[in-house]
Structures are given as C-alpha cells and as structure tokens.
C-alpha cells in the first residue's frame, strides 16, 4: 500500500465505522458487517494477551483489505472536489449556468464557488471593500445551515465557501457602480449581501420563488420568507435549496432517504 494511499484510507475507513455506512454499502457488505461483529465481541476481550494482538493484527489486515471491496467506486473518489455544472433554461425565457466544486470529508460536505469578480467601471479599491462584505454574507446565509442525517449516530454539516480569489473560476461576475438591476453575473457595487446570497443560490442550480421570476417550471414555489424571493432581506436558505447536494451525497454513499436537517445557530 502506497503511502499516498493509506492515510486516505484510514480517514475513509474512520468516516465509515463512525458513519455506520459499512453495512449499507454495495460489495462485500457481509464481511465488512463480520468485522464490525469481531471488534465488539466480548470473546475478545477474555483472550490471552498474545491472542489479543493476533487476533487485532488479522482484524486491522482484513478491514484495510475489504475497505476497498466496501466502498462504492464513487465513494472513494469523493473525497477530491467534483465539478458539478450545467445550464438551465426556462419555458419562460430565462438561461443561466450553474456550477460549484462538491468535496466530501472525514467530516463534512463542502460546496465551494469561486467567482471572479470583473470590475467595469468601478475601481480596485472599491471592489475590496465590498468582495468580503459579500463573501461574509453569502456564507452566513449558506454555511453550515443545514446538515445531513445519512445514520442516526451521523451528521455531515454542508458547508459553503464564496471564493473571490482562485486559480480557476466557475463563474465571472462583472461589477458595475451603483445600484441597477442585478442578476447571476451583472452586480452592483452597493448589492446588499443578501442579494450577492440570491446570485449565489442561482450559482448552484436554484430557481426564482417569486412571481415573475426564473421559477421552476414543474413545481414553481413562491416564498417569501426564502432567500431566492425577490426582495431577500431577511429571506433565508432552506432545506429544498440543498436537494442537489443530497442526491449527490445519496449516489457518493450508496444510500437513500438521507435526511436533512437544521443546524444549531452558532
Ligand atoms: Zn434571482
């Protein structure tokens, strides 16, 4: 095993138990189920001290070599960010991108967007101190709002970064003075951050919930209370908003009906 390899593992194998995903997974889901059994059986602890250490060695051996065979191939990869994008059009007239990095860790899901934003007509000084007004509030809004339930022992909080310095853009927005009409990617300098909040929720896939808006066509919903309503202020995210970040969680885990939940302000 290479080094590169084993300390990924170990994290994976960590998420797994603490996790109680072992059992559910495709694969060799009834050994991995015998070894759960073996580490918590009382015979165990009554054996001699050689036995004991014996009998962890053929444990730690068989786990790391049927940790593989457990996970799902699309599991194993989610721990290096995916690339999730595409176009949505509307009947209504309205086309817009989405796109957004989804990673996830030992301990949680991480969606992280980074937007280059293109000044016209607004000068570098002003666009540095508005970029972390609404990095701040994009993030209050989104991050750590929510968590994932996949067991009853487990909760993954989804977290959200806005980067407005990165190597690689998924979306460039350009910056005008003042104040106008504002969409994904046509700001203004003085956008409150619960509308850079809206923008962003279109960066990852989301309708419109007002009348007149880029609505979902299906099912339209119209909230007021909701941070993609028209006049944001005071809206908020809400467990829909993250129905994309479950599937995906849900096909990465080999698991279904993943609940969602709030989280504790902090
Ligand atoms: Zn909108």
Redesign the pocket.
Known sequence: MSRLITPRLTAFHGMIRRSGYRGKLRGSALACHLISTRRQSPLCTRSSGNDRLQSNLRLVVASALLFWACMPTSARSAAEPERIQGQITTPSGFSWKYAYDIRLTEKRVVISVAINPVPAGVSKVELDRVVPIWKVGIERYWSRRYQLVPTAETRLPIEVEANFRAPVYHHDVIVRPGKGHS??LNWHLQNSPELAA??F??MLGLF?EYEG??QDPVQPVLDKTSI?TRSPTGGATQPRHYRRILGWFEEKAGLSEVKIEPMKPE
């Open positions: 969409d994904e809206h923008e929720g279109h419109d808006g880029a993609m």
